[in-house]
């Protein structure tokens, strides 16, 4: 695959795939009967408090100890880990244990946005890194947010048509069930992408160069 295309895929999927699971995120916690009237609020308030505390410095101080390259596959670990947070914790709601459920929100919570952190920190970096040792060139990330429109737009779209026939037609429990599993899978492919693609520029550097790796290499 081509470096361009390989960073439109990915990008195209970073951008859809964020936007959706926000939504239904949000969606699933305002129509849960189990968290009370005012689950919505309380949820908005806390991901506000806790994006403000960990979102910035969690991306910035892990690019520092880790690379760019290692903190961008830890980002999307932590927003794996934070959908079957969510997913355990919605369980827990309908057997009736909401302390423990919304120990397990705020956790989703707090995992997503350290993970967010790492994103907005290192994904477009080490995606340009990716390029530049793959063409000798930069990555044009206006050019790179036209390509595969088709998965930008029909990705977040029939994401939400899936989530909005599930929440309609099924029991609460299944319908949340069969939502969080559906954006388990689509951060589990997220990571792997990431990972064979971190993969492709590994096998340019030879051992006996003796540098350290640029995707691994810490920021100055």
Partial sequence: MKAKQLI??????YCGIAMVVTILELA?????????AYALEIALLLQLIISASLEFYAGATLSFYIGIGNTMLTGFALKLASA???????YLSYQGLIIITWCFLV?????DSIGTG????????????????LTGKNADFAIIAFSFLTLRLLLPLALLLLASYVLSSWQPSYSA???????????FVQF?????????????????????????????
């Fill in 192 to 220: 792997f992408y990431a990972h064979q693609d971190l993969k492709l520029t590994r096998v340019t550097f030879k051992p006996k160069q003796h540098m350290a790796h640029p995707l691994t290499e810490q920021t100055p």
């Fill in 107 to 111: 956790t989703a919570f707090a995992l």
């Fill in 8 to 13: 439109g895929r990915s990008d195209a999927m």
């Fill in 28 to 36: 699933l916690i305002a129509t849960n009967p189990q968290l009370g």
């Fill in 118 to 133: 790492c994103l907005k920190s290192t994904f477009r970096p080490t995606y340009n890194r990716i390029h530049y040792t």
């Fill in 84 to 90: 079957v947070s969510f997913l355990i914790g919605f």
């Fill in 177 to 187: 069930a069969a939502t969080f599993s559906t954006i388990i899978i689509c951060r």
